[in-house]
């Protein structure tokens, strides 16, 4: 690592070495890696463009309000400023750890507060609205399998985009009236939570039209080969988002994204059945829920499928 006086690195020799940590640190379980070192990386350009010669025991609140500014100047929304801002902080906070800057440097990061909303210049995010059935009919006309079965299944379940991008025959429970599709890796796996999504009667039609070995993918993209798990390689979820937005054009409707489908599995459970049901089958998860109620969760679960799903 290329050091300053007194034995510190500048600030893009720190990054450096701090992605170095990062492509080992940030791995799920099974190896993979997440999208969490990319997400740094994308914080942390700024702070590279304008501070890569300077030491890094010299980044101070100003510097840090310098770059939170510059993100405010390119019309970032106010949430993804304050994430990245979070994030940068990060970095520095594994650099005090390693003892590459002193402490006092995060403590003063520290002292810079999140933009509040209608307290700042940041633009507020547009909230993501659900999708409407007759637009996405519309979109799978111009898709197909696996493609067109990825959209379907989060359509029909409200899963998220990773766990049906994931989808192995070999982790589906295929008994009864109600299936059941355990993630081999979900959002809060690293919290030691279990994650059991229902499949009612559509899902079941669906995985059953893209059944094949029982540990292969379900829904592999075997056209632009994107990205390679251990069974098969899929989309991403930029990718997925690409190509529904592609097939959307086509289509001649507005365009949407894959996320805006949980958001309307949400909206029909919510209208439905209630906020607390509604919660179980999406998986959020709650303060008031343990463990002691899980089975009841899931029997709730079981049920709405079955009728909705």
């Not at 720190?14 to 994308?42: I, M």
């Not at 914080?43 to 030491?55: D, G, I, M, Q, S």
């Not at 002193?102 to 520290?110: A, D, E, G, K």
């Amino acid at each position: 690592m290329r050091r300053r006086r007194n034995n510190q690195p500048s600030i893009g020799a720190l990054w450096r070495t701090f992605q170095d940590h990062a492509a080992v640190y940030y791995r799920k379980p099974c190896g993979r890696p997440t999208g969490e070192a990319s997400n740094l990386a994308d914080a942390f350009r700024v702070v590279l463009e304008l501070y890569a010669e300077t030491p890094a025991s010299a980044f101070t609140v100003a510097a840090l309000r310098r770059c939170r500014d510059t993100l405010i100047d390119l019309e970032l929304s106010r949430s993804t400023i304050n994430a990245r801002i979070n994030r940068i902080r990060r970095v520095f906070t594994w650099a005090v750890s390693m003892e590459l800057v002193p402490p006092h440097v995060l403590q003063s990061l520290r002292s810079l507060p999140a933009l509040r909303r209608g307290r700042s210049d940041a633009r507020e995010s547009h909230p993501v609205l659900p999708v409407s059935w007759d637009t996405v009919t519309a979109t799978l006309s111009q898709l197909h399998d696996p493609t067109k079965g990825i959209v379907e299944t989060l359509w029909w379940t409200g899963m998220r985009v990773s766990e049906a991008l994931g989808m192995r025959p070999l982790d589906l429970q295929m008994k009864g009236d109600v299936w059941l599709y355990v993630p081999k890796e979900h959002k809060t796996e690293h919290l030691g939570h279990q994650r059991v999504i229902p499949l009612g009667p559509q899902a079941q039609a669906v995985v059953n039209r893209c059944l094949r070995g029982i540990e292969s993918l379900l829904f592999p993209d075997e056209h632009t080969r994107v990205f390679e798990f251990p069974n098969g390689r899929c989309h991403t979820p930029k990718s997925l988002r690409q190509a529904v937005q592609r097939a959307a054009a086509r289509a001649g409707v507005p365009l949407w994204t894959p996320l805006q489908l949980r958001h309307a599995a949400a909206t029909r459970l919510r209208a439905e059945v209630g906020l607390e049901a509604a919660r179980v089958v999406l998986g959020h998860s709650s303060p008031a829920t343990t463990e002691i109620y899980a089975e009841i969760d899931r029997n709730k679960a079981r049920s709405l499928m079955l009728r909705y799903g």
